[in-house]
Structures are given as C-alpha cells and as structure tokens.
T-cell receptor, first 110, second 111 residues
Framework: DQQVKQNSPSLSVQEGRISILNCDYTNSMFDYFLWYKKYPAEGPTFLISISSIKDKNEDGRFTVFLNKSAKHLSLHIVPSQPGDSAVYFCANNAGNMLTFGGGTRLMVKP | DTAVSQTPKYLVTQMGNDKSIKCEQNLGHDTMYWYKQDSKKFLKIMFSYNNKELIINETVPNRFSPKSPDKAHLNLHINSLELGDSAVYFC??????????FGQGTRLTVV
C-alpha cells in the first residue's frame, strides 16, 4: 500500500511554461514533505521541502504547495527549462524515514 | 568533494555469491540509510542507522546485513545473492531527518 503516490508517470511541457507535478499521500503523520530531482545514473538530489505547518514554500523558480485537507501537494516550476528534464520524486518525512512516491518523469521541450 | 560516496557503481555477480557495497559520508550527519530502487523505479527504504545504531529495518531478508563501523560509514553486505536482488541501491545521509543527501547509486546485477 503506497502511502505517497504520484499518479502521473510522465509530464511533457514546453520551455518557458509552467510545470506542475502532483503528489498525494495517505499518512497525515509527517514532519515535512520533500521533492527530489533525479537524473539517469545519479542519486536523487534534494530540491525543496515544505513543513507540515505551512501551505507554501518558494525557492526561485520552484514553489511547493501543501493542501492538508486534500492530502495533496504540488511542485510548480516556472519558467520550465530543458535542464529541468528529470524524474521528480516527492517524499514524506516522518521521524528518520523517507517514504517516496513512484516518481514523475518531466520532459521540458525547447 | 563528494558528500555521499558509494562503491562500486556497478556490480555484476553470480547467484549465490556474497557481496558488499560501501558507503561513506563526509557531511557529519548522524543518520544514514540504504534505499533500494526496484525495476518499477520505486525507492524503498531498507535500513536506517543513527549514530551507528539500527533504527529502521523494513522487512528486508536477513541475507542483507548493514554494518556501521562509525557514523560516517554504512556498508551493506548481501549473502547468497538471488536474481531478485538485482536493483539500484542508494545510500543516503541526513541530519535531524532533513533533506537527505544521496550517493550516486550502485547498480547490482545478479546473473
């Protein structure tokens, strides 16, 4: 039973437009959510996080929104760049454990 | 300098063999992890160590034995390798559970 779900396995966006990556979760007992970016043959790289007490966190082109009532969070990338093409994982952190979603492959077309 | 380094990057071995994957972090983090990325690309936690002590063991076969000689190292030893063990294994470390840093991964292929 997946506690963290990313229902879209892939997303294609034109360069300069907004990319919206979604994540749903079932376990409300967490400290914060994190987004990781992963290129092929590399380990996941931490991108941005959001605390359970906040509903928005922004860092440059990346903004994460948390909707606790809907148990949903999303990552917005604007404007999208070809270098953003990668697999994005959301992860739920509770205690010393990260639980990952299945990932969404983002392709940003020039 | 690489923050979390694991070796080897690729490992091809026969069924029944015993192999080890090494991991070292130079970030001074207290917590280290092993994750397995399966054929469906899901990242699942296997073990978590905090200051050399095991704190999470997620129903991993006992053929997998992590060893932490000090808090900067968490090695993964696998006995009697099986075909289903083929996967990419990631080591990671974090401080106070925040934003874990991952190694580059070890692609294990059991033939």
């Amino acid at each position: 039973d997946q506690q963290v779900k990313q229902n879209s396995p892939s997303l294609s966006v034109q360069e300069g437009r907004i990319s919206i990556l979604n994540c749903d979760y079932t376990n409300s007992m967490f400290d914060y959510f994190l987004w990781y970016k992963k290129y092929p043959a590399e380990g996941p790289t931490f991108l941005i996080s959001i605390s359970s007490i906040k509903d928005k966190n922004e860092d440059g082109r990346f903004t994460v929104f948390l909707n606790k009532s809907a148990k949903h969070l999303s990552l917005h990338i604007v404007p999208s760049q070809p270098g953003d093409s990668a697999v994005y994982f959301c992860a739920n952190n509770a205690g010393n454990m990260l639980t990952f979603g299945g990932g969404t492959r983002l392709m940003v077309k020039p | 300098d690489t923050a979390v380094s694991q070796t080897p990057k690729y490992l091809v071995t026969q069924m029944g063999n015993d192999k080890s994957i090494k991991c070292e972090q130079n970030l001074g983090h207290d917590t280290m992890y092993w994750y397995k990325q399966d054929s469906k690309k899901f990242l699942k936690i296997m073990f978590s160590y905090n200051n050399k002590e095991l704190i999470i063991n997620e129903t991993v076969p006992n053929r997998f034995s992590p060893k932490s000689p000090d808090k900067a190292h968490l090695n993964l030893h696998i006995n009697s390798l099986e075909l289903g063990d083929s996967a990419v294994y990631f080591c990671a470390s974090s401080q106070e559970g925040r934003g874990a840093f991952f190694g580059q991964g070890t692609r294990l292929t059991v033939v």
